[in-house]
């Protein structure tokens, strides 16, 4: 089923956030309209679908001005300037941090190991250490302690398995 020019129009206006009431009102129908055409399959996939679309243009907007957000930053950086409470330059940095979190933070999380796979490369690089490197590290609090649950912990705290493992397992 297709949807009518004021179905259409009022997908629209909800894809974007407005209320229902405020939709009916500029499409001239009533509230109890919109609200009977909220409960329709059809108009609730091409909501879901304008909403999407919308979401993904603005991904592809912030991804290419990335690049400018980080520049903004560097360049406060560099220059050193004090960030004051009501200042353009707050108002710039924050905008630009907002803008590199949203499109960075996903591709820097995708990259980092699961708490698995980091207990083992930590247990790997705590074996090769001699036993003096390992009891000043213990004295400074510095031992990577990874975050495991269930066997792995046992394992890891040394509760005599065999930790030559974590060196010969991939992550699955």
Known sequence: MSLSIAQERAAVYLSE???QAETSRRIGKTTQTVY???KMEDFQE???ELRTNATHEAMETLRGNVNNAVGVIV???KEGAVIEEESSTRLQ???A???AERVLAPAVADERP???KRARESAVE???LTNDDRQEMLDRGTVPQPELDGEAIDDYNGNGHDNSQYGKHTDS
């Open 46 to 48: 091409r909501v879901t």
């Open 75 to 77: 360049k406060i950086a």
């Open 114 to 116: 699961s708490g698995a």
């Open 97 to 99: 941090k907002w803008v």
């Open 93 to 95: 940095f924050n905008a």
């Open 36 to 38: 009977r055409w909220t």
């Open 17 to 19: 956030g407005m209320t």
């Open 126 to 128: 705590l074996e090769r």
